[in-house]
């Protein structure tokens, strides 16, 4: 493998999938399957791709730029807080939307992996937009760490209705409590 296009004392480690040039770890970032390099044209391919295949472990967040990895959960939902600058953003479309926190409200949290899957299932069902955090605070007990989700302030109450007939195992934020906890 040569030698990066940005570092020329660095090695390559490959080469980007889009415009085929080489480089160093740091100047790629990481596809669902390749890699791509940091110009413009090739983040725009890697997007492309990434509304096809879903979003890969690692990503620019699109407001602050920074390098963000992904867990599983926001990698499927195509829906992630960013850790530096708090931005959510939705990748559910193309281009990406960069949503304020503020205009989301806490509708619940539980720890019951169960109840993750049958809410999910059931906002999605009602086209509700949320997100769901599952990997903050990871400073405590990673496995007291409910998973939180936040709804679209102007949804909260349709969200509650749809999930009321649903037997969920809430912890600690009960669904009848205003947005508290959001940072
Ligand atoms: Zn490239
Ligand atoms: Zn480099
Ligand atoms: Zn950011």
Redesign the pocket.
């Given at each position: 493998m040569r030698n990066c296009v940005n570092h020329p004392d660095v090695k390559a480690i490959s080469t980007?999938?889009?415009?085929?040039?080489p480089?160093c770890a740091s100047c790629l970032v990481e596809g669902g399957e390749y890699y791509?390099?940091?110009?413009p044209?090739?983040q725009e391919?890697l997007k492309t791709s990434m509304a096809i295949d879903g979003l890969p472990p690692r990503l620019l967040c699109p407001n602050c730029s920074s390098d963000l990895e992904l867990t599983k959960a926001e990698r499927e939902s195509r829906k992630f807080r960013c850790s530096d600058c708090d931005a959510l953003v939705d990748y559910t479309v193309n281009p990406p939307h960069v949503k304020k926190h503020e205009e989301y409200a806490l509708l619940l949290a539980t720890r019951n992996e169960g109840d993750v899957a049958v809410i999910k299932s059931v906002l999605d069902d009602l086209e509700i937009d949320y997100f769901v955090f599952d990997e903050y605070f990871m400073v405590l007990d990673p496995l007291i760490q409910p998973t939180r989700f936040y709804v679209l302030k102007s949804q909260v109450e349709r969200a509650k209705l749809g999930l009321k007939d649903f037997k969920v195992h809430l912890l600690g934020v009960s669904m009848n409590s205003g947005p508290e906890g959001v940072e």
């Open positions: 980007c999938h889009n415009c085929a040039r480089f791509y390099c940091k110009e044209a090739c391919a």
